[in-house]
């Protein structure tokens, strides 16, 4: 690989795959070489947006191509894994949208794989690029709550309130809005306050989705709420639901950490953000201005939209495998959340306490 040029191949061809192409085709030393995806059509489509040059109905064929030094694979969940393993064989760094699998062993399996080769893996977790998340890690990491006490984290939209058929729905195919949202909320929780211990979860699905061939498929949930215990012996809840009518807000989410020296609350929508603290001196919460550091590289008037939130992230990836650095959050990071959203199910199944499997280590 020449070290000024990552070379680089998208699967995917989605709106919300433009948001990775365009993040991608702003890194200077990042060139997007090939575009794969099943309608040959739209694909070639978005591949002429982006001046693309190569275009492919299959990933394996781009994959084995041998042009790529990187891959961004921004496909259903049940997908992950094939193209994960067939690009590390190819020893291509990984890119993987959230969440990293459909089951936590084909997580572990993928994070394994990885650690093995030696190359760049990223489980893209956008949420966390924004610069309102970035700067509520660095006051948690100052003491600005000191000990944790309590944590509530929400995450909600209406972008599947209508009944067509979604992929992500579809219990064969995807985990529903526990895994495709919560998996945000889970990673969150891991980096704010650390790890999980046990959960306690109820899901439901309350918009009837038949399917595109009119056949029967079993439903996944598509609002969950969890209750949480850390390992530090901090509570938690958390809720989510893709049914919610956030009107201009389009998105919400809301985190809330309460300890023993103050609190931090953070509200983030598509249409703005606010991030609000008092310590346990403070007779009234107030706005805290975001340093300007955090906006390097960000576009102030759309700092939480998902061109900018994607921007991040996405350069972070061609920055560690360029200046061969850590690409963070890695598929550790993705393994471990899966670890606690498959002890999610099991509890909402049993509806009872569920307690994860001895901690692990990367």
């Not at 994959?63 to 049940?78: R, V, Y």
């Not at 650690?115 to 890690?137: E, Q, T």
């Not at 360029?322 to 963070?328: E, L």
């Amino acid at each position: 690989m020449n070290d000024s040029v990552v070379r680089v191949g998208v699967v995917g061809t989605t709106w919300y795959a433009e948001t990775h192409l365009r993040a991608l085709q702003s890194h200077p030393s990042a060139r997007l070489v090939a575009l794969a995806g099943r309608d040959q059509e739209k694909a070639r489509e978005v591949a002429d947006r982006y001046g693309i040059p190569q275009v492919f109905a299959d990933y394996r064929a781009m994959i084995q191509s041998g042009e790529l030094d990187a891959i961004a694979i921004i496909a259903p969940d049940d997908l992950h894994l094939p193209i994960t393993i067939e690009a590390l064989e190819a020893g291509v760094h990984v890119l993987c949208e959230k969440p990293l699998a459909s089951t936590a062993a084909d997580a572990e399996r993928m994070y394994r794989a990885a650690a093995a080769s030696g190359l760049k893996h990223m489980s893209f977790f956008a949420l966390r690029n924004s610069v309102h998340h970035r700067y509520l890690k660095a006051l948690l990491d100052e003491g600005y709550v000191g000990r944790v006490y309590a944590a509530h984290f929400e995450l909600t939209h209406g972008f599947f309130r209508q009944p067509g058929y979604q992929w992500r729905f579809d219990a064969g195919r995807g985990t529903g809005a526990l895994g495709d949202l919560g998996c945000y909320l889970v990673d969150q929780a891991r980096w704010y306050v650390g790890d999980i211990s046990a959960v306690a979860a109820d899901l439901a699905h309350f918009v009837n989705r038949p399917s595109s061939d009119g056949g029967d498929y079993l439903p996944a949930n598509d609002s969950a709420v969890l209750a949480i215990r850390f390992g530090n012996g901090a509570h938690g809840t958390m809720s989510t639901r893709v049914v919610a009518h956030e009107a201009d807000r389009m998105q919400q989410n809301t985190v809330i950490l309460q300890g023993e020296a103050g609190t931090l609350e953070l509200q983030h929508t598509f249409a703005g953000a606010t991030l609000r603290g008092a310590r346990a001196i403070d007779s009234e919460f107030r706005e805290l201005e975001i340093p300007s550091s955090f906006w390097a590289g960000v576009d102030p008037a759309q700092p939480q939209l998902a061109n900018t939130v994607h921007s991040v992230g996405d350069r972070a990836f061609i920055d560690a495998i360029i200046q061969d650095g850590t690409a963070v959050p890695s598929f550790f990071d993705g393994w471990q959340v899966q670890r606690v959203l498959e002890t999610a199910f099991a509890s909402a199944e049993a509806q009872a306490w569920r307690s994860l499997d001895q901690e692990v280590s990367p």
